[in-house]
């Protein structure tokens, strides 16, 4: 049976029109007025809503063993969280330590996916050590159709490489025709300022901004972009944080690095006095790169609005306050990490488009569509178009409502956007055109989500952000 999805507002990165979309083997098949369907088709009223592509959240982590302990969610709880709040598909980071197998890994992380996710996935590859069995691996992985790595510049002796590592996966990646994601600080320096700290007696959360500071954004946002000038490879910056980072990459940009740019839901609205609250609240708000002045929120909003920040994601990863805990007298042992996939789409539509002058074409763009062509879902994915995965948000501006840890679909006890208002939310979302939520509420099939195997045939970073 097809679906019909009439009277609604259809909204891309470059279009805006009034159009009904029939539906039929989980394709866009029509685009059109009056449109002429089968008897027997499903029918959408969609009048008053905006009809958005699936949005994508290009960085999350679902299961990951970090800092002695996991984050909270499951792909099942994950992926409904997600389609509640509008995400049609995300790409989890698959992160074994430098200590465990690379091909394991991948496998493990898969099967932690397969037949529970609701929404469809995949994976950026951690390159957490470089050898000739490594190299072996990450070759047979971009074969199976993951098409992106993830490297660390942090995170000493655990997940994070060293020069050497860097340089030759970024040479494989360039050969490959693969794109490398990267948490860009200085591992040693934040090693030693920690180290620092804890001797001075300073112990609490409020003590690890200081310890992974602008500088060392800054510094780590430098070396890769110098890395990839070097290899002509093409890099994407992770969850960048504040305006000094952001100087130091849009300036390599202009000199003709391939390099696109992320930032996440919580630097755009959270700001370093979170994690200096008193007694167990600062906890909460323990991420890297961490909670910055509020200052750089203006920095950020402003390059999102003039496309020199490409994406939002969240870095997802949510851990329960008996595990935050963990940390109390020591911060380097907090697990590091906030939950946000439930609440980007609502928050970046309240807090940009609504309150912030955000175009919406931009917010579709940075929320899903520069996304789907940087990693190889382009136009399967982030496209309302004929032959389009059937991937839609009929979205309810009218909606109103505030964000709780009581409400929300994350596997953990609390919320970092506790009470914040939200105007707007997904009326109905669809994948590959099967009904998966309405008005708030989970209604589809669990593990109905695929693994995206993709292709390197995407623009390089450069392009896309040109386009």
């Given at each position: ?15 805006r029109?009034r159009?009904?979309?029939?539906i ?6 029509l685009?059109g007025?009056k449109l002429?369907v089968?008897?027997?088709t499903e029918v959408?009223?969609a009048?008053g809503k905006l009809?958005?592509?699936?949005f994508?959240d290009?960085h ?11 984050a909270?969610?499951?792909?099942e709880?994950a992926?409904?969280a997600?389609?509640?709040g ?5 790409i989890?980071?698959?992160c074994?330590?430098?200590?465990e197998?690379?091909?394991e ?5 898969k ?6 996710s609701?929404?469809?996935y995949?994976?950026?590859m ?8 490594t ?20 995170y ?8 050497g590592?860097?340089y030759q996966?970024l040479?494989?990646?360039?050969e490959l ?5 990267a ?6 320096l ?5 180290q620092e700290?804890?001797a001075?007696?300073k112990?609490?959360?409020e003590?690890?901004?200081?310890s992974?500071p602008?500088?060392?954004?800054t510094?780590?946002?430098?070396r890769?972009?110098t890395f ?7 890099g994407?910056?992770v969850?960048?944080?504040?305006a000094p ?19 996440v839901?919580?630097?755009f ?7 200096e ?7 909460k708000?323990?991420m890297?790169?961490?909670l ?6 203006a920095?950020?909003?402003?390059a ?6 490409d994406?939002?994601?969240?870095d ?6 008996d ?5 109390k ?7 590091n990490?906030?939950?946000g ?7 970046m539509?309240?807090?940009g488009?609504k309150?912030?002058?955000?175009s ?6 940075a929320?899903?569509?520069h996304a789907a062509?940087?990693f190889?879902?382009?136009?399967r994915?982030?496209a309302i178009?004929?032959?389009s995965?059937?991937d ?5 501006p009218?909606y109103?409502g505030l ?7 994350v596997?953990?006890?609390y ?9 707007g939310?997904p009326?109905?979302v ?5 009904v ?6 989970f209604?589809?099939e669990r593990?109905?989500?695929r ?9 390089a970073?450069?392009e896309?952000?040109a386009?």
């Open positions: 049976m097809g679906l019909l999805i009439s009277n609604g507002e259809v909204v891309t990165d470059t279009e029109y159009a009904d979309l029939y039929e083997d989980e394709t866009i098949t685009i007025q002429v089968p008897d027997g959408i009223d009048t009809i958005f592509p699936g994508i290009p999350v982590h679902i299961y990951l063993p970090f800092m002695g302990t996991f909270k969610d499951t792909a709880t992926s409904i997600a389609l509640i509008g995400t049609t598909s995300f989890e980071m698959c074994p330590s430098r200590q197998d690379t091909l890994g991948y496998e493990l992380w099967s932690k996916a397969d037949g529970r609701a929404c469809d995949a994976f950026h951690a390159v957490t050590r470089f050898d000739a069995q190299e072996k691996q990450l070759r047979q992985i971009v074969a199976d159709g993951t098409t992106s790595f993830k490297i660390f510049l942090s000493k002796n655990f997940f994070g490489i060293d020069d590592e860097l996966t040479k494989l990646a360039k025709g693969v794109i490398v994601t948490h860009c600080e200085n591992a040693e934040v090693s030693r300022l920690q700290l804890l001075q007696g112990t609490g959360p003590w690890h901004e200081p992974r602008e500088t060392v954004e510094e780590g946002t430098t890769f972009a990839l000038e070097t290899t002509a490879a093409t994407y910056i969850h960048l944080s504040c980072a952001l100087k130091a990459a849009v300036e390599a940009r202009a000199r003709g690095v391939k390099l696109s740019i992320e930032s839901l919580p630097h609205l959270l700001d370093k006095t979170y994690a609250r008193n007694g167990v609240e600062g906890l708000y323990v890297s790169p961490p910055r002045e509020k200052a750089n929120q920095a950020l909003w402003q999102l609005k003039d496309s020199q920040i994406t939002v994601g969240t997802h990863c949510p851990f329960d306050l595990q935050k805990l963990m940390g007298d020591n911060f380097t042992l907090i697990p990490g906030i939950p996939i439930e609440d980007r789409v609502n928050l539509y309240t807090y488009v309150r912030g002058g955000l919406l074409h931009r917010f579709v763009d929320l899903s569509t062509k940087l190889g879902l382009y136009p994915k982030g178009a004929i032959g995965d059937a839609l948000v009929l979205y309810d009218s109103r964000i709780s840890a009581k409400t929300h679909h596997n953990n006890d919320s970092g956007f506790e009470g914040v208002e939200i105007e939310r009326s109905v669809t994948v590959r055109g099967k998966q939520v309405r008005d708030g509420v209604v589809g593990g109905y989500g693994l995206l195997r993709r292709t390197v045939s995407s623009p970073a450069g896309a952000h386009s």
